[in-house]
Nanobody, 126 residues
Framework: QLQASGGGLVQSGGSLRLSCVGS????????VGWFRQAPGKEREGISC????????YYTDSVKGRFTISRDNADSTVYLQMSNLEPEDTAVYYC?????????????????????WGQGTLVTVSS
């Protein structure tokens, strides 16, 4: 399973760090990604990282502002979010998949062998 945390209310231009802790599966063998769903919009993959941490993927809207990283010793993936904008307001989810590479995980979501964590709400005020 995956446990996401770290969401909250922040002002525009501020920062937050999200954490996603995995358990019950081979964490370092799985790509992990962050997705978000804003009100009235579809869920989108925004950043994903390979099992070993050497390959990362970012969607254009977060490049240069968000940084994904992982600590396999602690079975945790982080998303450091900086220079937040009101448009970043959404419920953020993490997902893991040992079958899909990081870019595919972000583009298509987890396969039927992957799984989602629960969401954490990020609200950015203007």
């Amino acid at each position: 399973q995956l446990q996401a945390s770290g969401g909250g209310l922040v002002q525009s231009g501020g920062s937050l760090r999200l954490s996603c802790v995995g358990s019950g599966f081979t964490f370092d063998g799985s790509a992990v990604g962050w997705f978000r769903q804003a009100p009235g919009k579809e869920r989108e993959g925004i950043s994903c990282i390979s099992g070993g941490g050497s390959v990362t993927y970012y969607t254009d809207s977060v490049k240069g502002r968000f940084t994904i990283s992982r600590d396999n010793a602690d079975s945790t993936v982080y998303l450091q979010m900086s220079n937040l904008e009101p448009e970043d307001t959404a419920v953020y989810y993490c997902a893991a998949d040992h079958q899909r590479i990081s870019s595919l995980l972000c583009e298509r979501g987890p396969s039927n062998l992957g799984f989602w964590g629960q969401g954490t709400l990020v609200t950015v005020s203007s």
